[in-house]
C-alpha cells in the first residue's frame, strides 16, 4: 500500500494486485483493515478508526482507492460514485490490437453470481445493466497494447468484460479469455487516475498511482506519465 493523498476526510492509496478492498470469505486482511492500523498508529489513536469504502477494486487489479475517514465525506462519496461524478481511468495491457484505435463500448452486462462472472450482450436481456466505457490505444510493444480506459458507469468486471467482448482481453486474465495468467497471479489492468472535487472542502483532487512494478507495465512508463 501506497498513501497518494490524505487530509481530516480522506485517504487515497495505491493497492498491489492480489489485496482485497473490503473483508470476503477467504479471511485475508482487507486493504480497509490495513489502512485503519496504519491511521491508527499514525495518529497514536485509541479505539477503533473509521475507515469507509465507497468503491473497490478487483482484487487482481492494482491502483487507485478512495477511502473515507469520516462518516460524511463517506455518505458523500458514496453519492459521487453513484452517479458517476468521480472521473475513473484505468490502463489495461492486452495482447489483441483493437479494430478501431479508440472508440465507445456499450453493453449490456448480466453477473452471474455462482461463476463470480459477468457476460456482456449488445441489446438489454432480462436482468442485465447497461454499461459504458470509452477506450483509446495510447501506445504498443512487439506484443502487447495498452489502453486507457474512461470508466462511465461501474458494473461487475466491466472492463474485463467489455474488452474481453471486443476481442482484447486483458493480459492475464484467464476468466475473461487470456491465454495465460500473469506469474503473479495479477491481471494487467490499473486504476490509474482518478480526479473528483473534494466531498468536503470542494477542491479539485486529481491523483496518479505510479505503475506496478513489473518489467512490462515499467516499458509503458514514459507514455503513462504524458497522459
Not at 492500523?37 to 495518529?43: H, N, Q, R, S
Not at 497514536?44 to 475517514?69: E, Q, T, W
Not at 461501474?154 to 484467464?174: F, N
Request: charged residues 25%.
Amino acid at each position: 500500500m501506497i498513501v497518494l493523498y490524505e487530509d481530516n476526510h480522506i485517504i487515497i492509496v495505491s493497492k498491489r494486485a492480489g489485496e482485497i478492498v473490503q473483508g470476503d470469505k477467504t479471511g485475508d486482511v482487507p486493504l480497509s483493515e490495513t489502512v485503519a492500523a496504519y491511521l491508527k498508529e499514525k495518529y497514536s489513536k485509541p479505539g477503533n478508526v473509521f475507515v469507509g469504502v465507497p468503491h473497490r477494486l478487483d482484487r487482481p487489479v492494482s491502483g487507485v482507492v478512495v477511502l473515507a475517514k469520516t462518516s460524511k465525506a463517506l455518505s458523500r462519496l458514496n453519492e459521487m460514485f453513484r452517479v458517476g461524478s468521480v472521473d475513473k481511468r484505468y490502463l489495461a495491457i492486452v495482447k489483441n490490437k483493437p479494430r478501431e484505435p479508440e472508440g465507445r463500448l456499450e453493453n449490456w452486462l448480466v453477473r452471474n453470481e455462482q461463476q463470480n462472472r459477468s457476460y456482456a450482450y449488445d441489446k438489454e436481456v432480462p436482468g442485465s445493466k447497461r454499461a459504458i466505457l470509452n477506450y483509446k490505444l495510447v501506445a504498443s510493444s512487439t506484443n502487447y497494447h495498452l489502453l486507457e480506459v474512461e470508466l462511465l458507469t461501474g458494473r461487475h468486471h466491466q472492463i474485463r468484460c467489455q474488452l474481453a467482448k471486443m476481442g482484447c482481453p486483458i493480459k492475464g486474465d484467464l476468466k475473461y479469455g487470456s491465454e495465460r495468467s500473469n506469474p503473479d497471479g495479477s491481471i494487467s489492468l490499473h486504476a490509474f487516475h482518478v480526479t473528483f472535487e473534494h466531498p468536503v472542502s470542494h477542491e479539485m483532487i486529481d491523483i496518479k498511482a505510479p505503475l506496478p512494478e513489473d518489467t512490462l507495465w515499467q516499458s509503458f512508463r514514459e507514455v503513462a506519465d504524458n497522459l
